[in-house]
């Protein structure tokens, strides 16, 4: 489905965690290529490991196990300047089809809106992108795919994205985290959803009345889903950017690994 990925690399004990799950999200998203992204942030200090030289030769050694292990064909791109934007640009370069990277706040506070790379890339990004947690636990069901929304009309690529991933043999859960104040457009969004699940006979449903960050959070720290599936608009509006929206909480909080479709 999510056949080219970018897979950020930082050569951390974290992100070596987190990418204990990577062959999982491999196999789930049907993943064939790996391009390994690196980039030296020339704004800090330098250290050895930061020469272009010796960035090379390890994206060169990660590459070649990767591909053993993962099945999947690689390649690699180093950038130099600030993460998110380096990356977001080599994503268009090479047409990739989604980015993937590791969270390391765990945090739906303060700490998250400050930054962190993986929140910058949710906000910033207009492709697929997969946030991994370096905390997170295992999934209690393997196979179930959690599609969550709050109804905005956001979310409607991440339903398309969620149909395509139960139909090729998964379990899936949608959770509409409903507003007390939902208006008139709340009877369409239920007949959407029930719709949805009575098209799929591996689907339920669940609709909740709650604010929908800490519903979504709960769903996902209660039923550990293999992958939760959230939807987002086009990059955040910058007189947005202090507040993040429903996604960015969710996934930079989650304790399972999430798939966000702009």
């Not at 395509?164 to 939902?182: F, M, N, Q, S, Y």
């Not at 599936?229 to 086009?234: A, E, N, P, S, Y």
Request: net charge negative.
């Amino acid at each position: 489905m999510l056949n080219h990925l970018i897979l950020t690399v930082d050569y951390t004990k974290d992100w070596e965690r987190a990418m204990e799950r990577l062959p999982s999200m491999i196999k789930l998203l049907g993943t064939r290529k790996l391009t390994l992204v690196h980039v030296i942030e020339t704004h800090k200090r330098l250290h050895t490991e930061d020469d272009e030289r010796v960035v090379k030769e390890n994206l060169e050694d990660l590459g070649k196990k990767l591909a053993g292990d993962l099945d999947v064909s690689t390649d690699y791109r180093i950038g130099k300047g600030f993460v998110a934007s380096q990356v977001i640009t080599i994503a268009k370069t090479i047409d990739a089809d989604g980015i993937i990277v590791c969270n390391r706040s765990h945090s739906a506070t303060r700490e998250l809106f400050f930054g962190n790379i993986a929140l910058n890339l949710a906000r910033m990004t207009r492709l697929p992108l997969l946030v991994i947690p370096i905390d997170g636990i295992p999934p209690a069901v393997e196979e179930e795919i959690l599609y969550a929304t709050d109804g905005s009309a956001s979310s409607l690529n991440a339903q398309t994205c969620f149909e395509k991933l139960i139909t090729e043999g998964h379990d899936g859960r949608v959770l509409w985290a409903k507003p007390d104040d939902a208006g008139a457009e709340s009877q369409e969004i239920e007949e959407r959803i029930d719709s949805l699940a009575n098209k799929h006979a591996n689907v339920h449903r669940h609709i909740v009345t709650s604010r929908a960050v800490p519903a979504i959070l709960k769903a996902i720290e209660e039923d550990r889903p293999a992958l939760a599936v959230l939807g987002k608009r086009g990059a955040t509006p910058i007189e947005d950017l202090p507040l993040g929206s429903t996604t960015e909480k969710v996934a930079g909080a989650s304790s399972q690994p999430v798939l966000i479709i702009p």
